[in-house]
T-cell receptor, first 110, second 116 residues
């Protein structure tokens, strides 16, 4: 059983389009993180959300943590080819190691 | 470069051989993690260290796997008698592990293992 479910699994869009990807769980997390991973590289942290209902913006990326701290979304405005990659969400519960979802593979076509 | 470094980046080996990966964390980080990632999956936790103490091991870490972190600095992950199912990207990450730090991980570039 996957603790964190990410959807969609794959997404291919045209440059300039908007998109939202989701990270859902039945468990409560103390914090939730989003990472981006490019082929052959390790994941790179984008953002951490901690408070239920929290919204954080990073340029064209908007991250939201659900009120119950069980889910999160990532919205990208006007996607660019440089946004292409694997987007991973990861949940933290106390001192236990981070648990990752399977990721959403995004391809932005010029 | 003061990030997490891993060596080697790529390793091709024959089934049954032993392999060892090394990870050098960010110098001031006292926590070090090993994850494994296969195609189409997110990283899966293997084990982690707080300084030199190995605090947790996943059930994924069979008795063919061993990890060490002597002196609380670099770490090694050894796989004995490799099997084709061990083919994966082995990711090392470190974190400060201090109070108020929400568990964010700083990953290395990974060591890709191919077992023929």
């Amino acid at each position: 059983t996957q603790l964190l479910e990410q959807s969609p699994q794959f997404l291919s869009i045209q440059e300039g389009e908007n998109l939202t990807v989701y990270c859902n769980s039945s468990s409560v997390f103390s914090s939730l993180q989003w990472y981006r991973q490019e082929p052959g590289e390790g994941p790179v942290l984008l953002v951490t959300v901690v408070t239920g209902g929290e919204v954080k913006k990073l340029k064209r990326l908007t991250f939201q943590f659900g009120d119950a701290r069980k889910d999160s979304s990532l919205h990208i405005t006007a996607a660019q080819p440089g946004d292409t990659g694997l987007y991973l969400c990861a949940g933290a519960r106390g001192n236990t190691p981070l648990v990752f979802g399977k990721g959403t593979r995004l391809s932005v076509i010029a | 470069d003061t990030g997490v470094s891993q060596d080697p980046r790529h390793k091709i080996t024959k089934r049954g051989q032993n392999v060892t990966f090394r990870c050098d964390p960010i110098s001031e980080h006292n926590r070090l993690y090993w994850y494994r990632q296969t195609l189409g999956q997110g990283p899966e936790f293997l084990t982690y260290f707080q300084n030199e103490a190995q605090l947790e091991k996943s059930r994924l870490l069979s008795d063919r796997f061993s990890a060490e972190r002597p002196k609380g600095s670099f770490s090694t992950l050894e796989i004995q008698r490799t099997e084709q199912g061990d083919s994966a990207m082995y990711l090392c990450a470190s974190s400060p592990g201090r109070l108020g730090y929400y568990g964010e991980l700083f990953f290395g570039e990974g060591s890709r293992l191919t077992v023929l």
